[in-house]
C-alpha cells in the first residue's frame, strides 16, 4: 500500500456530473471501424463489438467525450479491446459443464473452452447489442444497452445484461460468470476501490460483504478516467461472489481458476501489473420453458473534488430509491494530505438532514502524514421512509489540528420505486354459439404500466389461470418483457382455451423483476353463459345425391346422466337407412356402450341413453336417410326428458338449425 501513498488525490477527478443535462442521453450512434467491430455509442461512452468468427459477441467499453468536465478523457478504454475485444468474455456452468459466451478463441483466454452456436450474431435492436449463443436446449442472449451511470446521472455507462432460457423439456442448472478485462487510459493495472477498501491484489468478496458500487482510477497523481461498476441497485443484480485479481489468471479459467489471496496483481506467467474483476452467480435450476436474467453496470463514476491541504473527494448515487431492498445509500469520501507536514487529529464528518442518518457520522482518523490517503464509508437511511423529500444536500467536512478544513457538498435526489399496474381486457367478441363459445381460444391482452419513479428490470409477466381456463396450444403462459421505463406501458397478449367454462371467472397476472420485485394483479374474465343444448344439424361433407344425414349434437350436458326424447321425422320424404353412435360414445379408442334406439315406428325414432360420466359436447348420434323427394321434409326432437345422477330434472334447451336454415 506504500506505493500509493505518495499520489495526489487533488486531482483524483473530477466530473462534476450534477451540474450537467443528461437530456443527450439518447443521441446514439452507430458504425463499423476498420477492424469489423461493431460500435455503439453517444457523446460520452462507446460499446464495441467484436464481430470476427474468432471471439465473436465479444466486447470493450471505451470513452468518446467521457466526463463533460474533463479534457483528458476522451477516447479512452475502460474495459481493453484494441484492435479487437477480446480478453474479456462471459462463462456459463451448464449441469456441471463449463462455457464461454460467443463465438470460440484461438487466444488465451478460452482458448481450450467449451463453446456453443452464435444462432445471433451481434446486431442493433432498440438502441441495444443483442447477441446470442445456443448450448443445446439453453438459449443465453447478451444484451448490452448505455445507461445512466449511478454516480454521475448521465448516461456514460453500460448495462451488461444475460438472460438465459429454458427452451428443452427437462430442468437445467445454470450458472454465470462476467469477467472485465479493466484498463483506464494508459494503466492497465489500476487498483479498485470499495468501500474503506483499496484492493490492489487478489480478494474475494461474499454478497453479504459487497458495496453499493466499486470505483477505479487510472492514474490517481495524473487522472484520465474514473471507471465504476455496480453490484447493488435496483438496476443490477447483486453477484453471489466477486472476485478481483490478475487478468492472466481469470483468463486461463473458465470456471474455476488460480486464485491467490494477497498476491499482487501480476499476469499469470507474466512481469505486467494486468487487474481483472470476475462477478459470480451460483448455479440455479431453470425449469422447462423458464428464464432467468442477470444484470450488471459498468463505465464512468463521478466524484466531487475540492482541493486542499487536505484535499477532499466525495462520491455517491446521484439518484437514490430507499425501500425494503435498498433501505441506504453509501457515500465515500476520499481524503489525501498533499501537504509536506504531518496532518493532526484529523476528522472527517457528514452532516445530513434531519430526516437522516449515517452511524459514526464523525470519524476520527488520528493523524495523517505527507501524502497519506483515507478512503471512509457511510451508509444513509432516512429515519422515516415515508417523508423523503425529493432531493438533499449533505456536506462532508474535514478538520485537523494543525491545517485548513475543507469540504464537499453533493445533491442527491429521490425517485420512489417501480410501481406496476395493469388493465386486462378481452381483445375479441366471445360469444356462445350453439352451446359453445366462439372463438375459443380467445385473446386477453394486459397493458401493464409502471407508475413509479424508476424503471424495472427483466420484467416477467406470467398469467395464472382459474380451473377451467387453460393457455391455448403453444402459448406460453410467462412471459419476458425486458426492461419497463416509468411512465412507459406495454401491451402483452395470451391465446386462452376454456374448458366448459363461463360465466365470471377470477384469475391473475403475476409480474415480476430483479431484486425480488413482484406484484399480483387479481382480474375477472367474463363469458357468456353455457347452457345445457341439444340441436339438429346436417352433416358436412361429400353425399350422393339421394344421400341425407342429421347429426344429434349435445353441448353443456356434464351433468346429464339420462336423456330420453323422440326424433321424428317426414317418413314420405325420407327412408332411414341405420344410425350410428357419435362421439359421445367413444372414448380412448374404445367403444362405450349405446343403447340402439327404437325405430320400429315409421317416421319417429325413440332415443333413451345413458351418458358417459362427465363428458359435456359431442355427437350423440348421425341418423341416416335416403331421400324420396327432392326435400327432406320436418325433423325435429319432441318430449324431452333428463335427469343429473341425484335423479333430479336437468333443463336442456332444444334448438333445430334444420329448420333455421330452412
Same mark, same amino acid.
Given at each position: 500500500?506504500?506505493?500509493?501513498?505518495?499520489?495526489?488525490?487533488?486531482?483524483?477527478?473530477? !466530473?462534476?456530473?450534477?451540474?450537467?443535462?443528461?437530456?443527450?442521453?439518447?443521441?446514439?450512434?452507430?458504425?463499423?471501424?476498420?477492424?469489423?467491430?461493431?460500435?455503439?455509442?453517444?457523446?460520452?461512452?462507446? !460499446?464495441?463489438?467484436?464481430?470476427?468468427?474468432?471471439?465473436?459477441?465479444?466486447?470493450?467499453?471505451?470513452?468518446?467525450?467521457?466526463?463533460?468536465?474533463?479534457?483528458?478523457?476522451?477516447?479512452?478504454?475502460?474495459?481493453?479491446?484494441?484492435?479487437?475485444?477480446?480478453?474479456?468474455?462471459?462463462?456459463?456452468?451448464?449441469?456441471?459443464?463449463?462455457?464461454?459466451?460467443?463465438?470460440?478463441?484461438?487466444?488465451?483466454?478460452?482458448?481450450?473452452?467449451?463453446?456453443?452456436?452464435?444462432?445471433?450474431?451481434?446486431?442493433?435492436?432498440?438502441?441495444?447489442?443483442?447477441?446470442?449463443?445456443?448450448? =443445446?436446449?439453453?438459449?443465453?442472449?447478451?444484451?448490452?444497452?448505455?445507461?445512466?451511470?449511478?454516480?454521475?446521472?448521465?448516461? =456514460?455507462?453500460?448495462?451488461?445484461?444475460?438472460?438465459? !432460457?429454458?427452451?428443452?423439456?427437462?430442468?437445467?442448472?445454470?450458472?454465470?460468470?462476467?469477467?472485465?478485462?479493466?484498463?483506464?487510459?494508459?494503466? =492497465?493495472?489500476?487498483? *479498485?476501490?470499495?468501500?474503506?477498501?483499496?484492493?490492489?491484489?487478489?480478494?474475494?468478496?461474499?454478497?453479504?460483504?459487497?458495496?453499493? *458500487?466499486?470505483?477505479?482510477?487510472?492514474?490517481?497523481?495524473?487522472?484520465?478516467?474514473?471507471?465504476?461498476?455496480?453490484?447493488?441497485?435496483?438496476?443490477?443484480?447483486?453477484?453471489?461472489?466477486?472476485?478481483?485479481?490478475?487478468?492472466?489468471?481469470?483468463?486461463?479459467?473458465?470456471?474455476?481458476?488460480? *486464485?491467490?489471496?494477497?498476491?499482487?496483481?501480476?499476469?499469470?506467467?507474466?512481469?505486467?501489473?494486468?487487474?481483472?474483476?470476475?462477478?459470480?452467480?451460483?448455479?440455479?435450476?431453470?425449469?422447462?420453458?423458464?428464464?432467468?436474467?442477470?444484470?450488471?453496470?459498468?463505465?464512468?463514476?463521478?466524484?466531487?473534488?475540492?482541493?486542499?491541504?487536505?484535499?477532499?473527494?466525495?462520491?455517491?448515487?446521484?439518484?437514490?430509491?430507499?425501500?425494503?431492498?435498498?433501505?441506504?445509500?453509501?457515500?465515500?469520501?476520499?481524503?489525501?494530505?498533499?501537504?509536506?507536514?504531518?496532518?493532526?487529529?484529523?476528522?472527517?464528518?457528514?452532516?445530513?438532514?434531519?430526516?437522516?442518518?449515517?452511524?459514526?457520522?464523525?470519524?476520527?482518523?488520528?493523524?495523517?502524514?505527507?501524502?497519506? !490517503?483515507?478512503?471512509?464509508?457511510?451508509?444513509?437511511?432516512?429515519?422515516?421512509r415515508d417523508n423523503i423529500p425529493e432531493?438533499?444536500?449533505?456536506?462532508?467536512?474535514?478538520?485537523?489540528?494543525?491545517?485548513?478544513?475543507?469540504?464537499?457538498?453533493?445533491?442527491?435526489?429521490?425517485?420512489?420505486?417501480?410501481?406496476?399496474?395493469?388493465?386486462?381486457?378481452?381483445?375479441? =367478441?366471445?360469444?356462445?354459439?350453439?352451446?359453445?363459445?366462439?372463438?375459443?381460444?380467445?385473446?386477453?391482452?394486459?397493458?401493464?404500466?409502471?407508475?413509479?419513479?424508476?424503471?424495472?428490470?427483466?420484467?416477467?409477466?406470467?398469467?395464472?389461470?382459474?380451473?377451467?381456463?387453460?393457455?391455448?396450444?403453444?402459448?406460453?403462459?410467462?412471459?419476458?418483457?425486458?426492461?419497463?421505463?416509468?411512465?412507459?406501458?406495454?401491451?402483452?397478449?395470451?391465446?386462452?382455451?376454456?374448458?366448459?367454462?363461463?360465466?365470471?371467472?377470477?384469475?391473475?397476472?403475476?409480474?415480476?423483476?430483479?431484486?425480488?420485485?413482484?406484484?399480483?394483479?387479481?382480474?375477472?374474465?367474463?363469458?357468456?353463459?353455457?347452457?345445457?343444448?341439444?340441436?339438429?344439424?346436417?352433416?358436412?361433407?361429400?353425399?350422393?345425391?339421394?344421400?341425407?344425414?342429421?347429426?344429434?349434437?349435445?353441448?353443456?350436458?356434464?351433468?346429464?346422466?339420462?336423456?330420453?326424447?323422440?326424433?321424428?321425422?317426414?317418413?314420405?320424404?325420407?327412408?332411414?337407412?341405420?344410425?350410428?353412435?357419435?362421439?359421445?360414445?367413444?372414448?380412448?379408442?374404445?367403444?362405450?356402450?349405446?343403447?340402439?334406439?327404437?325405430?320400429?315406428?315409421?317416421?319417429?325414432?325413440?332415443?333413451?341413453?345413458?351418458?358417459?360420466?362427465?363428458?359435456?359436447?359431442?355427437v350423440i348420434a348421425t341418423i341416416h336417410f335416403k331421400l324420396k323427394k327432392d326435400?327432406?321434409?320436418?325433423?325435429?326432437?319432441?318430449?324431452?326428458?333428463?335427469?343429473?345422477?341425484?335423479?333430479?330434472?336437468?333443463?336442456?334447451?332444444?334448438?333445430?338449425?334444420?329448420?333455421?336454415?330452412?
Amino acid at each position: 500500500m506504500d506505493k500509493y501513498k505518495s499520489i495526489t488525490l487533488i486531482t483524483l477527478l473530477l !466530473i462534476f456530473s450534477l451540474s450537467f443535462n443528461a437530456a443527450a442521453q439518447d443521441n446514439f450512434f452507430q458504425n463499423e471501424d476498420e477492424h469489423n467491430n461493431l460500435r455503439f455509442g453517444n457523446e460520452y461512452i462507446v !460499446i464495441v463489438v467484436n464481430q470476427n468468427e474468432n471471439s465473436q459477441g465479444r466486447f470493450a467499453v471505451e470513452t468518446t467525450g467521457g466526463a463533460p468536465a474533463r479534457e483528458n478523457d476522451d477516447n479512452k478504454p475502460l474495459v481493453y479491446g484494441r484492435p479487437n475485444p477480446w480478453t474479456s468474455y462471459t462463462s456459463l456452468w451448464i449441469n456441471n459443464q463449463k462455457y464461454v459466451f460467443g463465438g470460440s478463441t484461438e487466444r488465451r483466454a478460452g482458448d481450450k473452452a467449451k463453446y456453443g452456436e452464435v444462432i445471433q450474431e451481434p446486431t442493433v435492436e432498440d438502441n441495444q447489442l443483442v447477441t446470442k449463443t445456443r448450448f =443445446d436446449d439453453v438459449v443465453v442472449e447478451q444484451i448490452l444497452k448505455i445507461v445512466k451511470s449511478s454516480t454521475t446521472g448521465l448516461a =456514460d455507462s453500460v448495462q451488461i445484461q444475460y438472460r438465459i !432460457i429454458n427452451e428443452g423439456d427437462e430442468q437445467e442448472k445454470i450458472g454465470l460468470r462476467i469477467m472485465l478485462d479493466t484498463m483506464l487510459g494508459e494503466n =492497465d493495472g489500476a487498483p *479498485f476501490r470499495l468501500g474503506e477498501d483499496t484492493i490492489a491484489a487478489d480478494k474475494l468478496y461474499y454478497d453479504k460483504q459487497l458495496d453499493d *458500487f466499486w470505483q477505479a482510477f487510472d492514474s490517481v497523481s495524473n487522472p484520465q478516467v474514473t471507471s465504476q461498476g455496480s453490484f447493488i441497485g435496483p438496476d443490477v443484480s447483486t453477484p453471489d461472489r466477486v472476485y478481483f485479481s490478475d487478468w492472466g489468471s481469470l483468463a486461463d479459467g473458465v470456471w474455476d481458476f488460480d *486464485f491467490n489471496p494477497g498476491q499482487e496483481f501480476i499476469r499469470k506467467g507474466e512481469y505486467e501489473i494486468d487487474s481483472a474483476v470476475a462477478m459470480y452467480w451460483v448455479p440455479e435450476i431453470i425449469e422447462p420453458g423458464e428464464s432467468k436474467t442477470y444484470i450488471t453496470k459498468y463505465g464512468l463514476g463521478g466524484i466531487t473534488i475540492v482541493p486542499g491541504i487536505l484535499s477532499l473527494g466525495v462520491t455517491s448515487p446521484a439518484e437514490v430509491t430507499l425501500d425494503d431492498n435498498n433501505q441506504s445509500f453509501p457515500v465515500v469520501a476520499y481524503l489525501e494530505n498533499t501537504s509536506e507536514i504531518n496532518a493532526r487529529n484529523v476528522s472527517l464528518n457528514i452532516e445530513l438532514p434531519d430526516n437522516f442518518r449515517a452511524d459514526q457520522a464523525n470519524r476520527k482518523l488520528g493523524d495523517m502524514a505527507s501524502g497519506d !490517503i483515507e478512503q471512509i464509508t457511510w451508509n444513509v437511511s432516512a429515519k422515516n421512509r415515508d417523508n423523503i423529500p425529493e432531493a438533499m444536500t449533505y456536506r462532508v467536512i474535514v478538520d485537523a489540528d494543525n491545517t485548513d478544513s475543507n469540504e464537499v457538498e453533493r445533491r442527491v435526489k429521490f425517485l420512489g420505486p417501480p410501481e406496476l399496474n395493469a388493465n386486462i381486457t378481452l381483445m375479441e =367478441d366471445v360469444q356462445s354459439v350453439d352451446g359453445r363459445l366462439e372463438p375459443n381460444p380467445f385473446r386477453i391482452q394486459a397493458e401493464i404500466n409502471n407508475s413509479g419513479e424508476t424503471s424495472l428490470y427483466g420484467v416477467q409477466a406470467e398469467l395464472i389461470l382459474p380451473p377451467g381456463l387453460v393457455a391455448a396450444s403453444s402459448e406460453k403462459s410467462k412471459k419476458h418483457l425486458g426492461m419497463l421505463r416509468d411512465g412507459e406501458n406495454i401491451n402483452i397478449n395470451w391465446a386462452i382455451e376454456a374448458l366448459r367454462v363461463d360465466g365470471t371467472l377470477p384469475f391473475a397476472l403475476k409480474v415480476t423483476g430483479i431484486n425480488n420485485y413482484q406484484k399480483t394483479i387479481v382480474e375477472e374474465i367474463n363469458l357468456p353463459q353455457l347452457r345445457p343444448l341439444i340441436l339438429l344439424k346436417a352433416t358436412e361433407g361429400q353425399r350422393d345425391e339421394d344421400y341425407y344425414a342429421v347429426d344429434i349434437i349435445a353441448a353443456n350436458i356434464a351433468e346429464a346422466e339420462k336423456i330420453a326424447f323422440e326424433l321424428n321425422y317426414d317418413n314420405d320424404n325420407l327412408l332411414l337407412t341405420h344410425i350410428s353412435r357419435g362421439d359421445f360414445f367413444v372414448g380412448d379408442n374404445n367403444l362405450l356402450p349405446f343403447n340402439r334406439p327404437d325405430k320400429s315406428e315409421p317416421g319417429k325414432i325413440i332415443f333413451n341413453q345413458e351418458f358417459p360420466f362427465n363428458k359435456a359436447n359431442g355427437v350423440i348420434a348421425t341418423i341416416h336417410f335416403k331421400l324420396k323427394k327432392d326435400s327432406p321434409g320436418s325433423i325435429n326432437i319432441k318430449d324431452l326428458e333428463a335427469v343429473n345422477g341425484a335423479g333430479s330434472p336437468f333443463e336442456i334447451e332444444l334448438r333445430n338449425i334444420l329448420e333455421e336454415e330452412n
